[in-house]
Nanobody, 129 residues
Framework: QVQLVESGGGLVQAGGSLRLSCAAS????????VAWFRQAPGKERELVAA????????YYPDSVKGRFTISRDNAQNTRYLQMNSLKTEDTAVYYC??????????????????????WGQGTQVTVSS
């Protein structure tokens, strides 16, 4: 089992940047696929970044493509979400989520939140105009 803790959220003006962190304890992150989701008030939880099953590529929805980037620090057992050119519509609670990495199952990207087993507590990101 793995425990996830997000940090790095806050208040930023439109056009600014934030970097969110997702630290893992309990198990090494290399055994897991780690994705990022967000949920705004009154809206469903949506994916913002998902590595492929073999970590060879990353899926970003059009809403964040070109502005958000994920990265990793294996030594620190931490994943990051770099968010640039933030917009007011990016305001939400951001979550990292993990699922065990398995052999090829026919799915390249796991994009639905129901497919992830472990979740952090979330960190609030507020973008002001």
């Amino acid at each position: 089992q793995v425990q996830l803790v997000e940090s790095g959220g806050g208040l930023v003006q439109a056009g600014g940047s934030l970097r969110l962190s997702c630290a893992a304890s309990g198990r090494t992150f290399s055994s897991y696929i780690v994705a990022w989701f967000r949920q705004a008030p009154g809206k469903e939880r949506e994916l913002v970044a998902a590595p492929s099953w073999n970590a060879g590529s990353t899926y970003y929805p059009d809403s964040v493509k070109g502005r958000f980037t994920i990265s990793r620090d294996n030594a620190q057992n931490t994943r990051y979400l770099q968010m640039n050119s933030l917009k007011t519509e990016d305001t939400a609670v951001y979550y990292c989520a993990a699922r065990p990495r398995t052999t090829w199952s026919g799915t390249i990207y796991y994009t639905r939140p129901q497919l992830y087993d472990y979740w952090g507590q979330g960190t609030q990101v507020t973008v002001s105009s």
